[in-house]
């Protein structure tokens, strides 16, 4: 059961995340950066983090994400992509990117 977490009502966003959701084996996806901190502006990129565990180099699963994206982004989408225990590993160390984006990001999807 695919379930989406609301909560953003950027029409844009929700419609780049139900892309993903349709054509990439994403188990969560996170929003960080600007739109997650509440202060975007006209030339703020999306920023997206998607948890995967499919396997595969990651040039190439980034390569796909934005295949997917590409119909329905009008705005500059920054995509990084993890495997799950690398993505929740490095989470756990408070000094790291993952960290912030556990915690200050707003997670848009979780896979049930």
């Keep these: 059961m695919i379930e989406m977490v609301q909560g953003i009502n950027n029409m844009e966003i929700n419609n780049i995340v139900s892309r993903i959701i349709q054509n990439f084996p994403a188990k969560e996806i996170f929003l960080f950066g600007s739109y997650a901190y509440g202060n975007p502006h006209a030339d703020s990129d ?20 934005r ?16 495997n799950e225990n690398e993505f929740y590993t490095r989470a756990n160390l408070d000094t790291t990117f993952e960290f912030q984006i556990k915690n200050k990001g707003i997670k848009l999807y979780e896979k049930s």
């Excluded at 920023?47 to 796909?64: E, F, S």
């Excluded at 994206?69 to 705005?75: D, E, G, L, R």
């Design 46 to 65: 999306i920023d997206l983090c998607i948890i995967t565990n499919q396997d595969g180099r990651k040039i190439d699963l980034l390569k796909q994400a």
């Design 67 to 82: 295949r997917v994206i590409s119909p329905v982004a009008n705005k500059a989408v920054d995509i990084v992509i993890y």
